[in-house]
C-alpha cells in the first residue's frame, strides 16, 4: 500500500515554544490530507483538513490560530503547535488517501508530543 | 451524521481460539466501512474494507469482517488468534466530506 511518513515520532519541547510535525505521502500525491489528535486510550478526534494550496478546514473547537497547518505541496502537509502548553501534549497523526472516495487512507506513524 | 459504535471496551482471547470484534454504524447512504489496527505509539494500519459487492471482505493477516446491511453491522474476525494480534481495533466509516468517522476502539488482548 501506500505510504505516508510523518517525522518526528517523538518530540519534548518547553511550555512556549513552537513544535513543527511533517507530514509526507512518499508515493503518491495527496491532495487531501487528515490530521487527528489522540488521548490516551481513547480514539482519534480529527482537527482538521488540509488541502493542498487552500487554507485548511478545521473542526468545530480546534483552535487555527494554535494548531497551524500549511500543505504547501502535495506530498507535503504540517501542523506546527505554537506556544505550547503541557495540555497540548498528545498523539498527532496524519493521514492521507491516494485515490476516490472509496479508497483507503494511509496513516502516519504518529507523533508523541510532550510539553514540559 | 455518520457514527460508529465499538460495544467493547476489551476483547480477550485465548491463542488459536477464534476472535470477533464488534462494529455498527449508522450512515444516511451507502456505506464505505474500514478496519484498521493500531499496536503501541504508532500509526493506524489498514486491515481491510467494505466498499460493495460480497458481505464476507478478506483483508491482511488473515482477518476477516462481514457486512450485515440488516444489522447494521461490520464485525471484524480472524479464526485463530494469535498473541501478535493483540492491539487496538479502530473501526470507520467514511462520510461524504472524505473523512473518516472512527469508533472508541476495542483493545482485543490474546491470551498465550
Known amino acids: 500500500g501506500a505510504v505516508v511518513s510523518q517525522h518526528p515520532s517523538r518530540v519534548i519541547c518547553k511550555s512556549g515554544t513552537s513544535v513543527k510535525i511533517e507530514c509526507r505521502s512518499l508515493d503518491f500525491q495527496a491532495t487531501t490530507m487528515f490530521w487527528y489528535r489522540q488521548f490516551p486510550k481513547k480514539s482519534l478526534m480529527l482537527m482538521a483538513t488540509?488541502?493542498?494550496?487552500?487554507?485548511?478546514?478545521?473542526e468545530q473547537g480546534v483552535e487555527k490560530d494554535k494548531f497551524l497547518i500549511n500543505h504547501a505541496s502535495l506530498t507535503l502537509s504540517t501542523l506546527t503547535v505554537t506556544s505550547a502548553h503541557p495540555e497540548d501534549s498528545s498523539f498527532y497523526i496524519c493521514?492521507?488517501?491516494?485515490?476516490?472516495?472509496?479508497?483507503?487512507?494511509?496513516f502516519g506513524q504518529g507523533t508523541r508530543l510532550t510539553v514540559v | 451524521a455518520q457514527s460508529v459504535a465499538q460495544p467493547e471496551d476489551q476483547v480477550n482471547v485465548a491463542e488459536g481460539n477464534p476472535l470477533t470484534v464488534k462494529c455498527t454504524y449508522s450512515v444516511s447512504g451507502n456505506p464505505y466501512l474500514f478496519w484498521y489496527v493500531q499496536y503501541p505509539n504508532r500509526g493506524l494500519q489498514f486491515l481491510l474494507k467494505y466498499i460493495t459487492g460480497d458481505n464476507l471482505v478478506k483483508g491482511s493477516y488473515g482477518f476477516e469482517a462481514e457486512f450485515n446491511k440488516s444489522q447494521t453491522s461490520f464485525h471484524l474476525k480472524k479464526p485463530s488468534a494469535l498473541v501478535s494480534d493483540s492491539a487496538l481495533y479502530f473501526c470507520a466509516v467514511r462520510d461524504y466530506g472524505q473523512n473518516f468517522v472512527f469508533g472508541p476502539g476495542t483493545r482485543l488482548s490474546v491470551l498465550p
Open positions: 488540509s488541502n493542498e494550496g487552500s487554507k485548511a478546514t478545521y
Open positions: 493521514s492521507a488517501r491516494s485515490g476516490p472516495l472509496n479508497t483507503e487512507a494511509f
